[in-house]
Antibody
Framework: QLQLRESGPGLVKPSETLSLTCSVS??????????WVWIRQSPGRGLEWLGH???????HYNPSHKSRVTISTDTSKTEFSLKVKSVTAADTATYFC????????????WGQGTAVRVSS | QSVLTQPPSASGTPGQRVTISCSGT????????VNWYQQLPGTAPKLLIN???QRPSGVPDRFSGSKSGTSASLAISGLQSDDESLYFC???????????FGTGTQVTVL
């Protein structure tokens, strides 16, 4: 059974880069039927899509964050990562990785989420 | 930055039917199918309804979804205490060229 697990620091200083990894177990991310997504959730902004990475490495980002966000996969295709540069307090949120099914058009598997706080 | 509008709360007594609305625009709900998610406190969202009205395996048939034009709704019949949770809708937005989410509705079982 596919499982996703986020990992990374829970505290990041303002202006630094937030880096998170999503480890995928139970399946490969080398599958055209899915895309691999980062979503964040905060009390003030609700749920917010940050971007996708597809098999082959192509990416698609939320235009609101495109200049600061990078999503990539590793060469072994068992994890994908998120980087958000120049963070501010507004980037404080719970970050989720998820799988989006092309067929369903829905996020059918989610990680448990990891809380990130931006503070000096 | 939630694009889809939901009522912040809904409630009912055990056994009752509760309906949650989700309102969007032509570029999102008006053009694409809707999905619904359930999020228990401190946990990840769980896919509850996909493609307007399809229940993934394991989701009770007490949950049902519908969509018409730029609006969608989730109905919970035979309300149970375990249904007390946050529910939110989601769809694709053609202008954003990405997924958008609802503001979320907290369901309380009285």
């Amino acid at each position: 059974q596919l499982q996703l697990r986020e990992s990374g620091p829970g505290l990041v200083k303002p202006s630094e880069t937030l880096s998170l990894t999503c480890s995928v177990s139970g399946d490969s991310i080398s599958d055209f039927n899915y895309s691999w997504v980062w979503i964040r959730q905060s009390p003030g902004r609700g749920l917010e899509w940050l971007g996708h990475v597809y098999y082959g490495g192509s990416t698609h980002y939320n235009p609101s964050h495109k200049s600061r966000v990078t999503i990539s996969t590793d060469t072994s295709k068992t994890e994908f990562s998120l980087k958000v540069k120049s963070v501010t307090a507004a980037d404080t949120a719970t970050y989720f990785c998820a799988r989006r099914s092309v067929r369903l058009g829905a996020f059918d598997v989610w990680g448990q989420g990891t809380a990130v706080r931006v503070s000096s | 930055q939630s694009v889809l509008t939901q009522p912040p709360s809904a409630s009912g007594t055990p056994g009752q039917r509760v309906t949650i609305s989700c309102s969007g625009t032509d570029s999102n709900l008006g053009s694409n199918t809707v999905n619904w998610y359930q999020q228990l406190p401190g946990t990840a969202p769980k896919l509850l309804i996909n493609t307007n009205n399809q229940r993934p395996s394991g989701v009770p048939d007490r949950f049902s979804g519908s969509k018409s034009g730029t609006s969608a709704s989730l109905a919970i019949s035979g309300l149970q205490s375990d249904d007390e949770s946050l529910y939110f809708c989601s769809t694709w937005d053609d202008l954003l060229n990405g997924p958008v989410f609802g503001t979320g509705t907290q369901v309380t079982v009285l």
